[in-house]
């Protein structure tokens, strides 16, 4: 995310109305540069452990823990693939069918393929950042069911990406 700061939208403004704006530009900026600490944390701590990271970036490994944390869960969500069943709600599937007119299993199956077309550009370490099971009890009472779906946490970027090519393809129709 970048903040961009157009102070002629402040000059029309009275004294105290650009002195309020320019208090809620800090707040902006300062919620930026924490979101990127905490997305620097997280991802030292993935590629070389958590007690590394936190010598690398010289605070606790208790702290970057903290951090990744705090990452991980202001990443979007979405569920995994599951076809021929009912599709389990998330906030994108909810967005694209409501911004495109899609039903849910259209909007779920090209948010899908264009995760998957990202992951093979990318990686998966680059675009996906964590799969948690959706029912984690069915892994103890039957590891090897086929049935186990998962919530799979993904880059904003690669939300933003997911938007921009669906975008596009409603543009082309």
Not at 69 to 80: D, E, G, L, T
Not at 117 to 139: C, F, H, N, T
């Amino acid at each position: 995310m970048t903040l961009t700061i157009n102070w002629d939208d402040h000059d029309g403004l009275s004294p105290r109305e650009r002195y309020d704006a320019a208090g809620t530009l800090i707040d902006e900026a300062k919620a930026l540069v924490a979101a990127r600490r905490a997305r620097i944390a997280h991802d030292l701590a993935q590629e070389h452990g958590a007690q590394e990271a936190a010598q690398i970036l010289g605070i606790s490994d208790k702290r970057v823990y903290e951090l990744a944390a705090r990452y991980r869960k202001s990443q979007p969500v979405i569920a995994s693939n599951n076809p021929g069943r009912s599709i389990t709600t998330y906030d994108l599937l909810d967005e694209v069918t409501e911004k495109y007119g899609m039903g849910r299993r259209e909007a779920h199956e090209a948010i899908h393929a264009t995760l998957e077309q990202l992951i093979d550009l990318d990686g998966r370490d680059a675009v996906v950042i964590d799969e948690q099971p959706m029912r984690p009890e069915l892994l103890k009472a039957n590891p090897h069911d086929v049935d186990v779906y998962y919530w799979i946490t993904i880059r904003e970027e690669a939300a933003e990406t997911i938007r921009e090519q669906l975008e596009a393809s409603a543009s082309m129709e």
